[in-house]
């Protein structure tokens, strides 16, 4: 049975689970609000997921740009595409250790309770590193395009790929955000 077949009585368990990550005021007999250690524990778990999906990508994708310099073609590239090249490979190494340091500043200070910290460096890590991921893709794909492409049709391509991202990635939760923010001063007013 597939989850969207599943009976409707299990849905009201998943639902009571979700209650009280819900920030709307909750309904007469609903949970109480999760402590600030279930918070963070919710946090963690969140980043870690997120660690995993990322992760795997830049790590792909790096793979991808460091053996491109042995390949025949290489030799061949004009000087902008080298720098271009160089500047990728620098951008995908940083993304890589921005998005693996939280694993690594877990491991550092696992037992030390300093899980508050912990999901706070690892958060503001994780958005560094979806910037650095951004333009190693931007570039990636600007490098391929420059090859592929004639014209300055290739530096468009590159250039609409990067609004879309801006737009899915930061434009879009910043929208989403306010909107919650101004829906609940009009719930609480």
């Given at each position: 049975m597939t989850m969207t077949e599943q009976p409707v009585e299990s849905a009201g368990e998943n639902t009571a689970c979700c209650a009280?990550?819900?920030?709307?005021?909750?309904?007469p007999g609903a949970e109480a609000p999760e402590t600030a250690r279930e918070q963070v524990n919710?946090?963690?778990?969140?980043?870690?997921?997120?660690?995993?999906?990322?992760q795997t990508g830049v790590q792909i994708l790096f793979g991808f740009l460091?053996?491109?310099?042995?390949?025949?073609?290489?030799?061949?590239?004009?000087?902008?595409?080298?720098?271009?090249y160089?500047?990728?490979?620098?951008?995908?190494?940083?993304?890589?250790?921005?998005?693996?340091?939280?694993?690594?500043?877990h491991r550092f200070l696992s037992g030390q309770r300093m899980k508050d910290e912990l999901v706070e460096a690892a958060g503001r890590l994780m958005m560094c590193g979806m910037v650095l991921l951004a333009l190693t893709i931007g570039c990636t794909l600007l490098l391929i395009l420059r090859v592929v492409v004639p014209?300055?049709?290739?530096?468009?391509?590159?250039?609409?790929?990067?609004?879309w991202f801006g737009?899915?990635?930061?434009?879009?939760?910043?929208?989403?955000?306010?909107?919650?923010?101004?829906?609940?001063r009009t719930d609480d007013a």
């Open positions: 009280r990550h819900d920030s709307r005021s909750p309904e919710r946090r963690w778990n969140e980043i870690l997921q997120e660690t995993r999906v990322t460091l053996s491109v310099a042995f390949t025949p073609l290489f030799r061949e590239l004009e000087t902008f595409d080298r720098v271009l160089v500047i990728t490979v620098v951008l995908g190494a940083s993304a890589t250790g921005s998005l693996i340091a939280p694993v690594s500043i014209g300055v049709l290739a530096e468009v391509l590159a250039g609409g790929v990067m609004l737009l899915c990635w930061y434009v879009l939760p910043l929208y989403l955000r306010r909107r919650a923010d101004r829906r609940s």
